[in-house]
């Protein structure tokens, strides 16, 4: 069965303090990997797709880095601003599956 | 352009009513589809549709249904509300093509089954 699985569930960062979320994944021919931004009381917000391993995508303080078995979004100095949570998702056919995601809180 | 409404907002049913909830989208999409959003559980499918006429299940398509009679709307009906649905429910859609394109979400509709 296709299972996505995020770690860590939570995560604390003081401003300026670089981490990384991980996304681990097992699906029967992956169409795509993708992350998402949400906001408390908001729906998600696209981030980005990957759609094999070795590939990369960069967006201000994000980069998403993706292998054969797990994603790695990796958030460099970050601001109060990033804080959200951030979920992975997978698409095998028409369906996608969800990871429960990371909320990830940046202090000032 | 609006993207993907949701209406309403907040609901809430006692156990056994009935309800819809409305989904509409103005970006021309082929594909809509429902989530539900469960605390650690992230997002599950419930139903979703291909284009006007053509629905199908997802992970969880017990207790709902649905139909597509226009590009632009895709409603969720609850046939007899039980707690177990309590849940956040998000409406979204994306063009369809060879390669996976960008989702988009509605704000969401919360709610509560007493």
């Known amino acids: 069965e296709d299972q996505v699985t995020q770690s860590p569930e939570a995560l604390r960062l003081q401003e300026g303090e670089s981490s990384s979320l991980n996304c681990s994944y097992t699906?029967?021919?992956?169409?795509?990997l993708f992350w998402y931004r949400q906001d408390p009381g908001k729906g998600p917000e696209f981030l980005f797709t990957l759609y094999s391993a070795g590939e990369e995508k960069e967006k201000e303080r994000l980069k998403a880095t993706l292998t054969k078995k797990e994603s790695f979004l990796h958030i460099t100095a970050p601001k109060p601003e990033d804080s959200a949570t951030y979920l992975c998702?997978?698409?095998?056919?028409?369906?996608?599956?969800f990871g429960a995601g990371t909320r990830l809180t940046v202090k000032p | 352009n609006a993207g993907v409404t949701q209406t309403p907002k907040f609901q809430v049913l006692k156990t056994g009513q009935s309800m819809t909830l409305q989904c509409a989208q103005d970006?021309?999409?082929?594909?809509m589809s429902w989530y539900r959003q469960d605390p650690g559980m992230g997002l599950r499918l419930i139903h979703y549709s291909v284009g006007a006429g053509i629905t199908d299940q997802g992970e969880v398509p017990n207790g709902y249904n649905v139909s597509r009679s226009t590009t632009e709307d895709f409603p969720l009906r609850l046939l007899s509300a039980a707690p177990s649905q309590t849940s956040v429910y998000f409406c979204?859609?994306?063009?369809?093509?060879?390669?996976?394109?960008?989702?988009?979400f509605g704000p969401g509709t919360r709610l509560t089954v007493l």
């Open positions: 979204a859609s994306r063009k369809t093509g060879t390669t996976y394109n960008e989702q988009f």
């Open positions: 998702a997978v698409q095998a056919y028409n369906d996608m599956r």
């Open positions: 699906v029967s021919g992956l169409r795509g």
């Open positions: 970006m021309n999409h082929e594909y």
